[in-house]
C-alpha cells in the first residue's frame, strides 16, 4: 500500500513540473541572450535546487545553447558577484600568493607567483562547476532555502549568494 502511495505521490510531481514546464516555457526568452536587467531570472533557475537541471531550458533552446547561456550567465553574472561576496566576506584577502612551482621548475614564471584574484577565481568556478554536476534528487529539494543550508559547507562561497 505505501509503495503505491509514493508512486501516485511521484507520478503527481511528475505531471506538476510538466506543467511548470509548459509554463515557464513562454517567459523564457529572457533566457536567450544575456540580459543584465533580467539576469536575477535566470540565476533563479540555475541556482535553485528545483530547476538546476534547466530542464525547461534545455526543451525551449536545446542542450548546446543551455550550455553556452549557462556558461555566459556564469561569467557575467555569477562569478563576479561571488567575488565579491567573498571579498566583503574576507576584507583581508588581497595581494600576492606564493605558489608551488610544477615538478620543481623554479625558473618557471607561471609556477612561481599568482595573484589571489586568479586563485580565488579558480576557486569560485571550481565550485561552480561541482553545484553545476551535482544531481539532485527532488526528495532532497522541497525547500530549496532548506536544501542550502544543508550544502552550505560543501558550496560554501555558492550559497552565500543564494542565502
Known amino acids: 500500500m505505501k509503495g503505491d502511495f509514493e508512486s501516485k505521490l511521484e507520478a503527481l510531481w511528475v505531471c506538476m513540473m510538466v506543467e511548470v514546464q509548459a ?3 513562454p517567459f523564457l526568452t529572457f ?3 544575456y540580459n543584465v ?3 536575477h531570472n535566470m540565476l533563479a533557475l540555475m541556482l535553485d535546487p528545483h530547476f538546476k537541471s534547466l530542464d525547461v531550458v534545455k526543451t525551449v ?7 553556452h547561456m549557462v556558461v ?10 561571488l567575488v565579491v561576496a567573498f571579498r566583503f566576506l574576507n576584507p583581508n584577502s588581497n595581494g600576492l600568493t606564493k605558489a608551488t612551482p610544477v615538478d620543481g621548475d623554479k625558473d618557471s614564471i607561471f609556477g612561481v ?3 589571489n584574484e586568479v586563485t580565488l577565481h579558480g576557486l569560485l568556478l571550481n565550485e561552480l562547476n561541482l553545484f553545476h554536476h551535482l544531481h539532485v534528487k527532488s526528495k532532497d529539494f522541497m525547500m530549496p532555502l532548506t536544501w542550502w ?9 555558492v550559497s552565500l549568494v543564494v542565502q
Open 23 to 25: 509554463t515557464l516555457a
Open 31 to 33: 533566457a536567450s541572450t
Open 37 to 39: 536587467n533580467k539576469v
Open 61 to 67: 533552446f536545446g542542450w548546446e545553447k543551455m550550455i
Open 72 to 81: 555566459e550567465y556564469d561569467n557575467k553574472a555569477l562569478l563576479p558577484l
Open 113 to 115: 607567483v599568482t595573484s
Open 149 to 157: 543550508n544543508i550544502h552550505d559547507a560543501r558550496f560554501s562561497n
